[in-house]
């Protein structure tokens, strides 16, 4: 939020989670969006996943901080309902593995965060992709 100042910030957000919270609501709106698109797949959400956490690394170290805010708990439940679909639709086709459970891309999209957050921004697209490789190691049909 370059340009903007802290007294700004705060009229609006009485707390960082609160900030936080906000660029999150805006990126579960974007991968409910995406979500809905026919011919969406789980490859696609993953992907914009990935670019939001690369954009939001900051605000993800906000909210990693436990006792985990009942907020965030519902944000993380609205990705998990749409990951839910994708991946029926993926297991059908034949695409992932059958075992694979919702929880499962969830603890890997938090995976993903912790590696991230602890990465430089210009190494956080490498270490994305590489993530992402085991990822299909592990998870593809």
């Known amino acids: 939020m370059a340009g903007v100042g802290q007294g ?18 805006n990126g579960v709106a974007d991968l409910e969006a995406l979500a809905a698109e026919p011919g969406a797949t789980l490859d696609d959400v993953l992907a914009l996943i990935t670019e939001q956490a690369i954009a939001s690394t900051a605000f993800i170290d906000m909210v990693s901080v436990p006792p985990a805010d009942a907020r965030i708990i519902a944000i993380r439940d609205r990705v998990a309902v749409l990951l839910a679909d ?14 694979l459970t919702t ?14 957050a602890e990465r430089s921004a210009p190494a956080r697209r ?16």
């Not at 910030?9 to 900030?19: A, E, N, Q, T, V």
């Not at 999209?109 to 912790?114: C, D, E, K, T, Y």
């Not at 490498?126 to 049909?141: E, F, N, S």
């Open 103 to 116: 929880e499962d891309l969830v603890l890997a999209v938090g995976m993903l965060a912790g590696v991230l």
């Open 86 to 99: 994708l991946l029926s639709e993926a297991q059908r086709t034949g695409r992932v593995r059958r075992d």
């Open 126 to 141: 490498v270490a994305a992709a590489r993530v992402w490789a085991l990822r299909r190691r592990g998870m593809d049909a």
């Open 8 to 25: 700004s910030l705060y009229r609006h957000f009485p707390d960082r989670i609160s900030l936080a919270l906000a660029v999150f609501e």
